[in-house]
């Protein structure tokens, strides 16, 4: 269990999905500006896409499940967010954490998630029509857009820097550190 953790991205990687799940639940934000996108792309990139998809999935799961608002969409949104995750270190695999290329993928993973979530789970679970669920989403992702594309050209690149492949922030690195000052304390 502890080396499927530190796969993951150890500690990091929880911190991170935590704060995107608190970030969301704040009041009097703009509407879809959320960490997700920004936040799954940087750790798909460095631990790969087992990473990328229960970061995803989580971020959703339990975003739902601290908002009380579980429903048959949550399973939804999770698996489809999961599965962006997921590619995006098929995406990045052969690319560089640059700016451009976190925007590229935030692009076309903001897209695809509005289309598969935003034009199906309304009218399957709402009795919505098509065309209502169509019109509604235009906006909504135009929106939902700009908040990712700014995130991903700027919280993303320093995501990646400063937390996904930061050696002193490892979760191994961090509990030998712990122990040996505990040692030190002892021998002291």
């Known amino acids: 269990m502890k080396k499927i953790f530190q796969k993951l991205g150890g500690l990091k990687y929880i911190i991170v999905l935590v704060a995107g799940v608190l970030l969301r639940l704040l009041p009097f934000k703009a509407p879809n500006l959320e960490p997700v996108m920004a936040s799954v792309m940087p750790f798909a990139k460095k631990n790969g896409y087992v990473s990328g998809f ?6 959703m ?3 739902d499940l601290v908002d009380s ?3 048959p969409w949550t399973w939804g949104t999770g698996i489809v967010y999961g599965l962006i995750g ?9 690319k560089s954490p640059r700016p451009i290329n976190f ?19 309304g009218p399957i679970f709402f009795n919505q029509t098509f065309m209502s669920a169509l019109m509604g989403q235009i906006p909504f992702t ?16 320093l995501l990646y820097r400063w937390l996904a492949t930061n050696p002193k922030l490892e979760t191994k690195i961090l509990i030998s550190q712990t122990n040996q000052s505990q040692t030190q304390k002892i021998v002291s």
């Open 103 to 121: 925007l590229t993928y935030s692009i076309m993973g903001t897209l695809l998630y509005d289309a598969l979530t935003g034009l199906t789970l």
């Open 54 to 59: 229960i970061f995803g999935f989580l971020s």
């Open 142 to 157: 135009a929106i939902h857009l700009l908040g990712n594309s700014v995130l991903a050209l700027s919280l993303s690149p």
């Open 86 to 94: 997921a590619f995006a270190y098929s995406f990045f695999k052969n």
């Open 61 to 63: 799961v339990l975003f």
């Open 69 to 71: 608002e579980v429903g």
